[in-house]
């Protein structure tokens, strides 16, 4: 199954699920979608819950936390997070604060989902990494999934979550295909947030990534185990908040090396947080060597291919961070 | 004169402006040519009626009760104005010269009207029944606060009259409030809307744009109330808009539009019923434009002398107070639902309730400390607290625990 048909199934179980559940967005309903996440949608489910908007972020971010304020759970769908910076001031003040500004009195169950991250050639304003932002903030729960069956059961948990989710998928994604488990297909299924997934186990190294970056690290940790002999163990985080530290703390005691990888900007960044975080448990003493971390470079994306592909993560790059993490020379 | 030619049947229409003719004519759009738009009156600041013959949905009993909200509120105001000068609170924002505006709009909603405010509005939610405990409550943050001490004063949230949390980021309530109003046409077709306050300096928010045009296209009961009080902070509103305030804004939504006199209990009453009416009735957003005079600072952190005359402030007062022009109305001979005796009887009763309700307020044990790190999630119907926070609350037990004579715990709640 692609992760598109993965989303959009998680979306129309969840619609069928519960009647409180409405997507709203710029293209979502006739247009099925920039990107046919929404396909189907409108014909199933009517215009009342699948709903193409004005163009103004701010505006319908705010009219979907004001949505939840009374009491539905929509779905918001940015064409791209990049545009979702308009309207930062309705997730973060608006939607993330207002349960605990209104003393647990009034809940705000908003699913903020599109794709986040470089696609290919959209150049500075299209290809920046959000989750970062997002999980510096009290109040969100931020998931980045991998697979079709990590879109799927976050998807539908995020949907169910009462609380204000922001959803980071990667357009490069859509299009691949997974193979699903009987249990994945079935409308029940669910994936918890807050729980990291073993992707590839393995005893000489830890790569801790999110979304596209795990496929990465996959094909890494196949060159590493086919010209080095090194058994990489390869964690998809599935969530940046809650971020499973207790997962990464474990494999780190076992493999006593760790990379992080994401294509967000090195500063401020999900593998600074895993650095903190693993200095401050009981896995510092079991490193032996310094935590490497591989970033996008810290520049606004480039348009031309042959500058953004030096931008960005790839296999060799994370095989070059983990011979370091190795003490192996060139 | 234009000579106006009618499309023809083979002409094909411009799917952004349907039903536009065709003219010959170059001629531009010039606003300033257009009449202005007039303001809603039923009292004149004398007291007699514009329209003898204008037929009143407000009873009496009602004007009367009106008018005590509007005199609570102006006593409130003074008392805590004077209590944060004293330094008994960090914060506070008056409704002085605005009375008529807030109490009478909030008096028209029901049960399931939902409320998203800027600031200015504690007399709407003392019409809505807020007891003046309750805002002193908030305004202390103390543990009788429904938003448990955690927004500044004024900030007011209450789930019993479907208040939701103030939003200092100005405008943003607008979004909310018509998310909330397309919830109620689903939820509850027919039977409630939501009401958005907002002053004329908010309505320049990107917000205000975003939330009129898609309340407008999706059709939401929601009813837009702009406070026109004349100045956002020091900006006086002629450098805030250009056009013919913000009333002239809504056709251009498509959105039926009124303004209305703001200093005038009756109009605000009358005006904001009939708009109630509209949106719930037939799903449609309505635009009031109340205008008024901000008589008041803009805050406590604010002296607006440096910015207008005290001249222009006592003109106002003296000349168009929307608590006395009601007053005037309701000691009218023919009238006679109020006397000098009541008025001295009621606002002795009030000053002495109000410094009743401060001093409970400020007696009131503070919000236990654990709370700081409940609500930042609702997970397991809220009571569940998330391994980060549990670890904090478990450090900043640890530490009360340990220095325990170096804080004054007993001001807090258990």
Known sequence: MSVRDALNTALAEEMDKDDDVFIMGEEVAQ??????????????????????????????????????????????????????????????????????????????????????????????????????????????????????????????????????????????????????????????????????????????????????????????????????????????????????????????????????VESGFPAFGVGSEICAQIMESEAFDALDAPVERVTGAEVPTPYAKELEDFAFPTPEIIVRACKKALYMEE | MNVLIRLTKSTLAYPGAEKSLITPQLVFNDPTTLPVISTFRILSPTGALVDNNHSLTITSEKIVDLYKHMVTLHTLDTIMYDAQRQGRLSFYMTSSGEEAVSVASGAILEKHDQIFAQYREQGAFLARGLSVQDIMNQLYANSNDHGKGRNMPIHHVNKAINLHPISSPLATQIPHAVGAAYALKLTKPNQACSICYVGEGACSEGDFHAGLNIAATRECPVIFFVRNNGYAISTASKEQYKGDGIASRGPGYGIVTIRIDGNDLLAVYEATKAARDLAVKENRPVLIEAMTYRRSHHSTSDDSFAYRSKHEVDAWKRHDNPISRIRKYMQRPDINIWSDELEE??????????????????????????????????????????????????????????????????????
């Not at chain 1, 059961?153 to 488990?181: C, H, Q, W």
């Open chain 1, 31 to 260: 247009y099925n979608g920039a990107y046919k996440v929404t396909r189907g949608l409108l014909d199933r489910f009517g215009e009342r819950r699948v709903i193409d908007t004005p163009i103004t972020e701010m505006g319908f971010t705010g009219i979907c936390v004001g949505a939840a304020l009374a009491g539905l759970k929509p779905v918001c769908e940015f064409m791209t997070f990049n545009f979702a910076m308009q309207s930062i001031d309705q997730i973060i003040n608006s939607g993330a604060k207002t349960y605990y500004m209104s003393g647990g009195t009034q809940v705000c169950n908003v699913t903020f989902r599109g794709p986040n991250g470089a696609a290919a050639g959209v150049g500075a304003q299209h290809s920046q990494d959000y989750s970062a932002w997002y999980g510096s903030i009290p109040g969100l729960k931020v998931v980045s999934p991998y697979s079709s069956e990590d879109c799927k059961g976050l998807l539908k948990a995020a949907i169910r979550d009462p609380n204000v989710t922001i959803f980071l998928e990667n357009e490069m994604l859509y299009n691949e295909t997974f193979p699903m488990s009987e249990e994945a297909m079935s409308t029940d299924f669910v994936i918890p947030f807050g729980q990291a997934k073993i992707e590839r186990p393995g005893s000489d190294i830890t790569i801790v990534a999110h979304s596209r970056n795990v496929e990465f690290s996959l094909k890494a940790a196949e060159i590493l185990k086919e010209k080095y002999n090194v058994e990489a163990e390869v964690i998809n985080l599935r969530t940046i908040k809650p971020l499973d530290v207790p997962s990464i703390v474990k494999s780190v005691k076992k493999t006593n090396r760790l990379v992080s």
């Open chain 2, 345 to 414: 009887k009621f606002r002795k009763a009030t000053k002495k309730d109000i410094l009743k309700c401060l001093q409970i307020a400020e007696r009131t044990k503070k919000p236990p400390l654990s709370e700081i790190f409940t609500d930042v999630y609702f997970d397991n119907g809220g009571k569940e607290l998330q391994p980060h926070l549990k670890e904090q609350k478990e450090e900043l037990d640890e530490i009360l625990a340990q220095y325990r004579s170096w804080y004054h715990l007993e001001d807090y709640k258990a």
